[in-house]
Protein backbone atom coordinates (compact mmCIF):
# COMPACT_ATOMS: atom_id res chain seq x y z
CA UNK A 1 0.00 0.00 0.00
CA UNK A 2 1.09 3.58 -0.90
CA UNK A 3 -0.22 6.50 0.99
CA UNK A 4 0.06 9.96 -0.24
CA UNK A 5 -1.87 13.29 -0.21
CA UNK A 6 -3.99 15.17 -2.77
CA UNK A 7 -4.67 18.48 -2.97
CA UNK A 8 -8.07 19.48 -5.36
CA UNK A 9 -7.87 23.49 -6.29
CA UNK A 10 -9.04 25.19 -9.66
CA UNK A 11 -9.83 21.79 -11.04
CA UNK A 12 -7.09 20.88 -11.00
CA UNK A 13 -5.14 17.91 -8.97
CA UNK A 14 -1.67 17.98 -7.59
CA UNK A 15 -0.54 14.51 -6.21
CA UNK A 16 1.92 14.62 -2.99
CA UNK A 17 3.55 11.33 -2.76
CA UNK A 18 4.17 10.04 1.11
CA UNK A 19 7.46 8.53 2.22
CA UNK A 20 8.29 5.20 1.54
CA UNK A 21 6.81 2.50 4.22
CA UNK A 22 4.67 5.42 5.40
CA UNK A 23 1.39 3.88 6.64
CA UNK A 24 1.28 4.55 10.28
CA UNK A 25 3.22 7.92 9.99
CA UNK A 26 3.37 8.89 6.65
CA UNK A 27 5.55 12.39 6.33
CA UNK A 28 5.09 14.74 3.52
CA UNK A 29 8.10 17.26 2.87
CA UNK A 30 6.83 18.50 -0.68
CA UNK A 31 5.80 21.80 -1.78
CA UNK A 32 3.40 22.51 -4.58
CA UNK A 33 2.70 26.00 -5.80
CA UNK A 34 -0.30 27.10 -6.95
CA UNK A 35 -0.87 30.54 -8.95
CA UNK A 36 -3.84 32.55 -7.19
CA UNK A 37 -5.74 35.37 -8.25
CA UNK A 38 -7.54 37.81 -6.05
CA UNK A 39 -10.86 36.63 -7.37
CA UNK A 40 -10.12 33.04 -6.37
CA UNK A 41 -9.96 33.48 -2.68
CA UNK A 42 -13.50 31.84 -1.98
CA UNK A 43 -12.38 28.80 -4.61
CA UNK A 44 -12.69 25.64 -2.51
CA UNK A 45 -9.28 23.76 -1.61
CA UNK A 46 -9.80 19.95 -1.29
CA UNK A 47 -7.30 18.13 0.94
CA UNK A 48 -6.96 14.37 1.07
CA UNK A 49 -4.63 11.70 2.16
CA UNK A 50 -5.36 8.34 0.51
CA UNK A 51 -4.08 4.91 0.48
CA UNK A 52 -3.46 3.06 -2.98
CA UNK A 53 -3.73 -0.70 -2.24
CA UNK A 54 -3.57 -3.89 -5.37
CA UNK A 55 -7.81 -3.27 -5.79
CA UNK A 56 -8.78 -0.07 -4.79
CA UNK A 57 -7.85 3.65 -3.32
CA UNK A 58 -9.33 3.95 0.15
CA UNK A 59 -9.77 7.45 1.18
CA UNK A 60 -8.50 7.73 4.88
CA UNK A 61 -9.34 11.60 5.60
CA UNK A 62 -10.12 14.73 4.29
CA UNK A 63 -10.64 18.37 4.16
CA UNK A 64 -12.31 21.09 2.08
CA UNK A 65 -12.23 24.88 2.90
CA UNK A 66 -12.11 28.27 1.04
CA UNK A 67 -8.84 29.38 -0.13
CA UNK A 68 -8.79 32.49 2.34
CA UNK A 69 -9.50 29.90 5.30
CA UNK A 70 -6.76 28.24 4.38
CA UNK A 71 -4.42 31.14 4.20
CA UNK A 72 -5.58 32.94 7.49
CA UNK A 73 -3.95 29.95 9.46
CA UNK A 74 -0.65 29.87 7.08
CA UNK A 75 0.91 26.93 10.06
CA UNK A 76 -0.74 24.75 12.09
CA UNK A 77 -2.59 21.27 12.27
CA UNK A 78 -5.48 20.96 10.27
CA UNK A 79 -8.12 19.00 11.36
CA UNK A 80 -8.98 15.63 9.05
CA UNK A 81 -12.56 13.80 8.39
CA UNK A 82 -13.62 10.34 7.33
CA UNK A 83 -15.64 12.82 4.37
CA UNK A 84 -15.70 16.31 3.30
CA UNK A 85 -18.57 16.77 5.09
CA UNK A 86 -16.54 17.00 8.18
CA UNK A 87 -18.60 14.85 10.73
CA UNK A 88 -16.57 12.16 11.63
CA UNK A 89 -12.72 13.30 13.08
CA UNK A 90 -10.18 10.73 11.58
CA UNK A 91 -6.78 12.90 12.81
CA UNK A 92 -4.90 15.94 11.97
CA UNK A 93 -2.24 16.93 9.33
CA UNK A 94 0.60 19.44 9.97
CA UNK A 95 0.26 22.34 7.15
CA UNK A 96 2.48 25.45 6.40
CA UNK A 97 0.88 27.71 3.44
CA UNK A 98 2.88 30.36 2.41
CA UNK A 99 1.70 33.36 -0.22
CA UNK A 100 3.97 36.10 -2.06
CA UNK A 101 2.64 39.00 -3.25
CA UNK A 102 1.06 41.85 -2.55
CA UNK A 103 -2.44 40.60 -2.51
CA UNK A 104 -3.84 42.57 -4.72
CA UNK A 105 -3.16 45.54 -2.73
CA UNK A 106 -1.89 48.63 -4.90
Same mark, same amino acid.
Given at each position: ???????? $?????????????????????? &?????????? #?? &????????????? $? &????????????? #??????????????????????????????????? #??
Amino acid at each position: EAVYASVE $FDKKTYVIKGAVDSRKNPNWDD &TIKIILRDCM #LD &TTVKIQILSRGRL $F &TKVLGAIEMPVFV #LLSNPKGWLPFYKTTKHKVRVGEVFMEVSYEGDGG #LP
